[in-house]
Nanobody, 124 residues
Framework: QVQLVESGGGLVQAGGSLRLSCAAS????????MAWFRQDPGKEREFVAT????????YYADSVKGRFTISRDNAKNTVYLQMNSLKPEDTAVYYC?????????????????WGQGTQVTVSS
C-alpha cells in the first residue's frame, strides 16, 4: 500500500501562485509514476501533470502547460505542483495519484493510489 497526503491548497487571487505538496509513504518503491488530477464539482476529473520517480520525465495538460510545474524530491518521497498565473478556472480539488509503470499517464482510473485532495480556489 502507498499512502498519499496532499497539502498546500488555499484561496488565491487570479494571477497568484500556490505550491501543492504530496507526501508518499508506505510501499513507495511500488510506484513508478506520480500525477496530479483535479476535479470541480459537477465536472469530470481532469488530468493536470505527471512525473516519473526515476528520471523525472514530465507531461502536462495543455490547459496548464507553461503555468504549472511538477517536480519530485526522491529523498523526501514528495511530489510538488508549482502553480503560477492561476486563473479562476483552475479552481478545483487537486488530487495526487501514484501509479505503476503500466499506468496510462493521463487516465485517472489506471492509477492505483490516491490522496484525499486539497482545495484550490482562485478568485477573480
Amino acid at each position: 500500500q502507498v499512502q498519499l497526503v496532499e497539502s498546500g491548497g488555499g484561496l488565491v487571487q487570479a494571477g497568484g501562485s500556490l505550491r501543492l505538496s504530496c507526501a508518499a509513504s508506505g510501499r513507495t518503491f511500488n510506484s513508478y509514476r506520480m500525477a496530479w488530477f483535479r476535479q470541480d464539482p459537477g465536472k469530470e476529473r481532469e488530468f493536470v501533470a505527471t512525473i516519473t520517480w526515476s528520471d523525472a520525465i514530465t507531461y502536462y495538460a495543455d490547459s496548464v502547460k507553461g503555468r504549472f510545474t511538477i517536480s519530485r524530491d526522491n529523498a523526501k518521497n514528495t511530489v510538488y505542483l508549482q502553480m503560477n498565473s492561476l486563473k479562476p478556472e483552475d479552481t478545483a480539488v487537486y488530487y495526487c495519484a501514484a501509479g505503476s509503470r503500466y499506468t496510462t499517464r493521463v487516465v485517472g482510473t489506471s492509477y492505483e493510489y490516491w490522496g484525499q485532495g486539497t482545495q484550490v480556489t482562485v478568485s477573480s
